[in-house]
Structure formats: C-alpha cells, structure tokens
C-alpha cells in the first residue's frame, strides 16, 4: 500500500514537495487554510485588476528549468516567459533615474557613463558573481544543510575569504558613486539581511540581476502557481483548500496524524510548509526542536506594508519594475534591522504588470503593487498604513510628474498583521528567515525534525532560504530526505 503524506500549505515550497513526493509513489494531500493555494504568491483579483499579492520578480530561470526537468517538463510547457527590457528602473529624483537593460553589455555601459572605469570594475565583479552562481546555486543550495562539510569542497575552500567578509564593504572598495553601489547593494535585499551583514559570497545574487536577466511569466508570477499545480495533479496530488491545521498529533515520539478543521486525519508522514515557527506552535511543548528565545534571536526579512492599486488611466514615466531610492537607503535599513521603527522617509518598491501584460487592467488602465519593506513585529495600524501610503503617493506622483492620487478606483493594503493572519508568519514576516552567514545551511532550522519521526519541514525558514528559486529547491532537498528514510534512496 501507497504511504500517505500530509503537505501543510500550499506555497512554492510545499507545492514542489508535492510534485517531487508523488513522483516517488507516495499519496500526497496538501491542505491549505486559504482558500486559494500559492501562499505568499497567491493571486488578487479585484474590479478587472490583477495583481501578484507577493513575489514579482522572475529570477534565476535555470532554476525553474531545472525543477521541471525533474519531471522531464518545460516552463514552457506550462508558461510564457518574457525577458522585461529594460529589467528594471532606479529613481534618484524628478525625471532621474537609471534604467537597468536586459544584458550585461549595456549595464557596463551604463556604469561606466556615471562613473569612469567602472565598466571594467563592474565585468570583473561579475566574472566572480557568476563563478559565485555556479558554486552557489548549481550545487551548494540543492544540499540538505544536514552537516558543515557540505559547505567545504574544492571551490569554496579557495573563496573562503569571501565569507567572512561582507558584500557592502567589497563593492565600496570598487565602486565610489553612491548610486551604483545601491544598485549593486539591491539583489542581496531579496536573502533578508542588510547588505553589511551579507556575505561577499551572495554577489551570485547580482549575477542572478544582470547575468540572467528579469523574467515576467506571461500574466504573472500566479501562472508559475498554476503550472506547478497542474504538474502536481498530474502526478496525483490531490488539494484541500479551506482547511486549517490545528494540531499535529504525535505519539511515541512519531508524527501520526493532523487536525483539519476539527477533524483527525492520520498520515505516515507529516511535511510541513507552512512557517516553520508556527508548525511548532502545531506540537506540544516537549515535541518543539527550537525555543522562542531561538525564533526570538534570528534575523528574520523584513516585513512589508502592500497595496495594490488599480488606477484608470494608463502611468506615464514608469516601467515595469521601478525602485525608488530618492531618501537614505542606510538610514532605512537601520530602521528595519537595528532600531525597528517605522522609517520616516522609506524606500519603496512599485511594479505595474499591466506594462506588459494587458490582461492585468482594463483597456486604458493601470494595476500597481507599492511595497515599503518594514521591520518584522512592528505596530501596524490603519492610520499607518494611510500615513505611509500619502507619503510615497506624493513622492511618487513628485518623481515621475503627473497627478495619479485622483485616478485611483481599486485599494488594499496588505501588511504585518495580514502577513500574521493570512499566514501564520513568525512576526508578519514577508519572506521568512534572513540568509545571513550564521543562519546559512547546516546553520539554519532543520528539514527532519530533531524530535519528532516522520515530521518533516519546508520552505522559507529552512534551507536554503527566502525566494521562489530557493522554496523549489527546498521541495526537493526535502522530499529526497524523505526517498532516502522511506525508499531507502
Ligand atoms: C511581498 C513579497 C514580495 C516578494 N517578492 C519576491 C520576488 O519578487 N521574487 C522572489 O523570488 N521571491 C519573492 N518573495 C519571497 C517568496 O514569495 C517566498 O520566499 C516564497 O513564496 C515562500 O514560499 P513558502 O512555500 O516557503 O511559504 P508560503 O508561500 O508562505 O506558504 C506557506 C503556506 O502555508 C499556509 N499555512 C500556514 N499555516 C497553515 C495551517 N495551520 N494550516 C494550513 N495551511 C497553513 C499558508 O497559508 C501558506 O499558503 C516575496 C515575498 C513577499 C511576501
């Protein structure tokens, strides 16, 4: 008989758990408290308005090409992928700001017209990003994070410097002009640390950037959810949204069972991929691995204040992707990771799908998605998130000159206590544990329990860490933990 296994949620990590799980004969069933599946990439769609609720940015397609060939599967099979040109904006001021292309070529001549001999500066630095890449995300990341000597081989034994010292203060020693150094800061945002505390050894993230370029599934991240569930039913999952994990029983030190609205379900085997402090939260006390003064002393990604917007009007001056950096990215970052507050002139972050993709609006219009990244367990109230959103309206409305704030038709907010409520997140995180150098791999939570048999974890607060690319990779290390314990693999 087929052993039974239990996926709790249905995120990019639990739904390539799903995939890999029912290759290898299991019968999985993936139970999900939302009423829709995706997790954090679920999709809103509101007054003709589209929108991706969290993950925007297409990154490391090789990544995805290489989850589905698992299943000797395409992207293609399932979506469209469109390279965004250029891949993204960066706004200084009113009318200034520097287009990122879609090739490395043209970046270096973008850096070297702002400041001299940073176009050499900036081919070398990504020669090591994209070595960095290859150690990095080709291998290192598909291990289990079970033992330090996963880390030591050939190739990191020559670049063990870079890990001990860190990505900020590596591109400040090449690069002086402020606004490529926050260029080059940006993609190391997406691990969840400050750039000062990220080692130099992620610069494989800028190669993601500017090596491999910013992908856009044809109507949106959601088509990647939708792919991945077909290939999932294709294999023989079978999904149950509206259904709340309440428990998960143990006994005689083994996983058994879990509790679906009220009702017991037993299981040989228990993944979870829900946020890993809150799956605890799911076990008696003596059945935790990890303590609430360890949750409580990580270094979790920053929370984040969301709205999607629906204007009726089509945005000028904008492109697909657009970072706004016109105030203090230091001074930001420290009010998300030293001394968290609300920042009194944050950053933010827009993205208008509608540019290419006209099925995200109504003819002659604009959907927009704002984020202001946070600090994780800060006070969030309805008059904050009015306050904040005035705020960067106007700056918004300032830097690319035109009136917008009259053409609104569609708002919702999304932030920490949503983040909580809608998804059981460890303080409202929005991207889960920060990949910092001690909470890296074998340094991070567990995929296997250390208590309980037969519970298993996946996704964002485990290895490898926070991102789309790394909840697939997840799936996979953590269902071939489990081939090797049930199939002996
Ligand atoms: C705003 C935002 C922007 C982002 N931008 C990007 C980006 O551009 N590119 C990128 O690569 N990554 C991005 N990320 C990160 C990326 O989305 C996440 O790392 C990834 O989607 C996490 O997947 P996961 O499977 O670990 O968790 P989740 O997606 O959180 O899935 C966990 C699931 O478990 C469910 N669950 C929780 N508790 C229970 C319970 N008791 N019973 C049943 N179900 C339960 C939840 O409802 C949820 O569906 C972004 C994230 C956010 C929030």
Not at 439 to 466: D, E, H, I, M, W
Request: hydrophobic letters at 40%; one cysteine or more.
């Amino acid at each position: 008989m087929k052993k039974k296994i239990s996926i709790i949620g249905s995120g990019f990590s639990a739904l390539a758990a799903s995939c890999y799980l029912a290759k290898s004969g299991y019968e999985v069933n993936v139970y999900e408290k939302n009423a829709t599946i995706g997790g954090r990439a679920r999709q809103l769609k509101r007054e003709g308005f589209t929108f991706d609720m969290g993950p925007s940015w297409y990154w490391m397609p090789d990544v995805f090409e290489r989850f589905f060939a698992d299943f000797d599967k395409k992207p293609s099979d399932y979506y469209e992928l469109i390279k965004l040109t250029p891949a993204y904006r960066v706004y200084y001021g009113i009318d200034d700001f520097i287009a990122i292309e879609d090739n490395l070529a043209d970046i270096i001549f973008t850096f070297e017209a702002i400041e001299k001999g940073s176009g050499k500066l900036l081919h070398d630095f990504m020669d090591e990003a994209r070595s960095n890449y290859d150690i990095a995300i080709k291998d290192l990341v598909y291990r289990p994070g079970v033992s330090p000597l996963e880390l030591v081989t050939l190739e990191t034994a020559k670049k063990v410097g870079q890990f001990f010292c860190n990505i900020s203060k590596d591109i400040r020693k090449k690069f002086k002009n402020e606004r490529l150094i926050q260029i080059l800061e940006f993609p190391v945002l997406f691990l969840g640390a400050k750039p000062s505390d990220t080692p130099s050894f992620y610069s494989f993230m800028n190669y993601a950037d500017f090596g491999l370029g910013t992908w856009h599934p044809k109507t949106g991240m959601f088509d990647v959810v939708r792919a991945m569930e077909s290939l999932a039913t294709e294999l023989g999952v079978i999904f149950h949204v509206n259904s709340n994990i309440e428990k998960i029983i143990v006994e005689n030190k083994t996983a058994k069972a879990i509790v679906v609205n009220g009702q017991r379900i037993d299981a040989d085997l228990v993944v979870s991929g829900a946020d890993y402090h809150h799956t605890e939260t799911l076990l008696d006390k003596q059945h935790r691995a990890y303590s609430e003064q360890y949750w409580n002393s990580r270094v979790f990604a920053p929370s984040s204040l969301l709205f999607y917007v629906g204007f009726d009007k089509k945005i000028e001056n904008i492109s697909h992707h657009a970072l706004f950096f016109d105030v203090d990215f230091k001074q930001h970052a420290t009010d998300i990771y030293d001394i968290p507050q609300w920042p009194a002139e944050p950053l933010f972050y827009a993205n208008f799908p509608s540019v290419t993709d006209h099925t995200a609006a109504p003819e002659g219009m604009e959907s927009g998605f704002f984020l202001i990244p946070l600090a994780p367990g800060i006070e969030d109230t309805k008059a904050l998130r009015e306050k904040y959103f005035d705020k960067i309206i106007d700056r918004f409305e300032r830097l690319t000159q035109q009136s917008v704030k009259n053409n609104i038709v569609f708002k919702q907010s999304f932030c920490k206590n949503d983040f909580v409520e809608n998804y059981n997140s460890y303080k409202g995180n929005a991207y889960g544990m920060a990949n910092t150098l001690w909470q890296t791999a074998f340094l991070r939570p567990k995929l296997k329990s250390k208590k309980v048999n037969n519970l298993y974890f996946t996704g964002q607060l485990t290895v490898p860490g926070p991102g789309v690319p790394p909840a697939l990779i997840s799936g996979k290390l953590v269902s071939n933990l489990i081939d090797k314990q049930f199939l002996k693999v």
